[in-house]
């Protein structure tokens, strides 16, 4: 009978750390009370409770509940351990939703399955991951003084495009295959923020610029963090995944964005191209939609940084035409970060 049905979807209130004053979609139990269960994407968000990181498991930690629906305080460092939940439980609803409308794709696995994510992981650890093993989030509470939870908006798409990518062309996560892993997770994580619209937390080419304010990486020119690659040569796949990622993210926003100096949503952004080429930009959904259609019908886990323009190459001519402008952006983009 319907009207006995144990758990109903609810809309929670939740007070962000990162995205302002949101919606969250919640159950109600058979007990009355509301749970970080999402009825609508199927994922569940658990407080770890300080366990390490190598030893969560998705039946791990304790799912939270709350009597009145109302979560967490919107604060950074907050004692209301249902505050850094209400950012991962929102941003994994976004990442689903991101994936689902734009591309149609039902999930990380496209199996229509959703993931545990946990936070409180570990102590004073300042990062997020995802597991394959354990179909699941993690994600810390930063350092403790400087950098808060890492739950905002791009690294939880981060984390969970490594998921996709490994349902995918599964990019072994070494030399330069690894570093289109990671640029793979950069890529949609920031499409994640601008797909949200969020009026705190914009779109943008930085990632982690909420929770590492002013950022971690950067589209238009990585080096600028001190070790990523702006340009690809020989030895860029010898550099750790998080820096030979560079010469993708710089390729993402040239063919999103164009070369030079551009003010984007407020922020200043200057990006050179290798071989001093002036490059014009398509746009990051069309570049996106590109890399999308790349990642899951044409790279394997071996595609190195030329097997990457080909496959990008070969899904604009599937999406736009060998003869468009889009395919010869993607081209110059390419070439413009050394990648021929
Ligand atoms: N946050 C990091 C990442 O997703 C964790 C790691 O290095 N696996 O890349
Ligand atoms: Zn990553
Ligand atoms: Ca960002």
Redesign the pocket.
Known sequence: MESWDAEQSAAGTGHSEYTGDILIDTTQQADGSYALIDPVRGHTTKDARNLSSSSVKASSGTLYTDADNVWGDGRKFSTDRATAAVDAHANTAWTYDYYKNTFGRNGIKNDGKGATVFVHVGTNWD????SDACFCMMTGDGDGTTDPE?VDLD?MG??MT?GVTSATANLR?SSESGGLN?AT?DIFGTMVEWYANNAVDKGDYLFSDQSTPPWLRRFDKPSLDGRSADCWSKSVGKLD??YSSGVANHFFYLASEGSGAKTVNGVAYNSPTCNGSTVTGIGNQKVAAVWYRALTVYMTSTTNYSGARTATLNAARDLYGASSAEYAAIAAAWSAVSVS
């Open positions: 990062n997020a991951q995802w890492q690294t981060h984390e490594h996560y990671e997770s995944v998080h």
